[in-house]
């Protein structure tokens, strides 16, 4: 069933209470998905498999179908896009939009920001008042092997304050109609209300260093190896390919590095506590062209890798940090898992002819394929 039907369909009450709206990540499994999305899915899958996540909770799809419902989006977000053209830039960037202004000018429903502030109130109940969180999107087409929407909803980090958070998650549901996400819906053929958007609420990480990690070689589908790239801070800029980041690879068996790039890290993404956000600065000059990670922290993030492989079952792309608040595993926790898709779907051994660029491009452009770019 579509948003567009979920969102007509039935008596046009709301559920009562949070659980329609609000799990837990610990709460909730990988056969969610179609309620949670696929980050927050695979969030729970990490949980399920042992791995230290920060704790959190996902606004679930049936909130973004209920929002639709309760201002009949459905109908007026058809009318602009049925009749647009795959290849129509201008036309798509305005009515791309014109639909997150429906989306953000709307209010939420109560029972809706009722059980979003009860799922905050939760978390600062277990970690402190006004505690950060980074609000993500989730959606339903996320990591689809034929098409991976990967990288196209919008994130928000140190979010403070219910209120915020609440603005978020609906930043995130209107992110679900950027130009870039319309037109790539359009030429894979999947209409506009057929995919919905949750968001993951998520205890802010800290960072000293993050990064991605894939087990297996994205540059020739070696599934003996764990590649993983690092920098000092959060991930975000890594992720996005505003920084150069330090590069390991791993053999997977000996969990030692058989290949390093350290590269030069000018610039990292860190919290500002006093002003309740994140800083891009320059990173001081003794650590600049120094590893972002000891070699006790990358064995630990090597051995989480092959750990989650093992438990998920397929090769994995991993998002993770190192908290330094945290003793256990040398801090490491994970933010974010999905399969890697290009090599594991290879339907033969031969890999195709192709030059790879180095740092972050190199580990994620076959994953992120055939985007043109990752927000």
Request: hydrophobic fraction near 45%; glycine fraction near 8%.
């Amino acid at each position: 069933m579509s948003v567009r039907e979920r969102a007509t369909t039935g008596n046009g009450a709301f559920a009562t209470g949070s659980a329609r709206y609000v799990i837990s990540f610990d709460q909730a499994s990988k056969d969610d998905h179609p309620s949670l999305g696929g980050k927050c899915a695979g969030l729970a899958a990490l949980i399920a498999a042992g791995a230290a996540v920060p704790p959190g909770f996902a606004v679930t799809t049936h909130a973004y179908a209920d929002m639709l419902a309760a201002h009949d989006l459905a109908d007026q977000i058809a009318a602009r896009t049925d009749a647009l053209s795959a290849y129509d830039v201008g036309g798509q960037a305005r009515i791309a939009q014109d639909i997150r202004d429906l989306i953000r000018t709307r209010p939420m429903p109560a029972e809706i920001a009722a059980a979003i502030r009860i799922g905050y109130a939760e978390l600062c109940d277990r970690f402190g008042p006004d505690l950060p969180v980074a609000v993500r999107s989730s959606g339903t087409a996320e990591d689809l092997p034929e098409a991976s929407f990967a990288g196209q909803g919008d994130t928000y980090l140190w979010t403070v304050g219910v209120d915020a958070v609440i603005e978020r998650v609906r930043d995130c549901w209107a992110s679900l109609f950027t130009a870039r996400a319309i037109a790539y819906r359009a030429k894979q053929g999947l209409g506009h209300l057929e995919l919905a958007m949750a968001a993951g609420v998520q205890k802010m990480v800290d960072a000293r260093a993050a990064g991605v990690a894939m087990s297996l070689d994205p540059s020739n589908g070696d599934r003996s190896k764990i590649v993983i790239e690092s920098t000092w801070g959060l991930g975000e800029p890594l992720v996005s390919g505003e920084v150069t980041p330090d590069c390991f690879v791993i053999d997977k068996v000996l969990l030692e590095s058989v290949k390093r790039t350290i590269a030069p890290k000018l610039r990292e993404l860190v919290a500002d506590h006093r002003a309740r956000r994140t800083v891009l600065r320059e990173v001081d000059e003794a650590r600049r062209n120094i590893p972002s990670l000891t070699e006790g922290q990358l064995r630990a993030v090597a051995r989480t890798v092959k750990t989650i492989e093992k438990a998920i079952g397929v090769p994995q792309d991993i998002e993770w940090a190192i908290d330094p608040h945290l003793p256990e595993n040398e801090g490491v926790v994970l933010l974010q898992s999905r399969p890697e898709t290009v090599w594991t779907n290879k339907k033969t051994e031969t890999a195709p002819a192709r030059t790879y660029a180095t740092g972050i491009e190199g580990v994620l452009s076959t994953l992120l394929s055939p985007l043109a770019a990752r927000k």
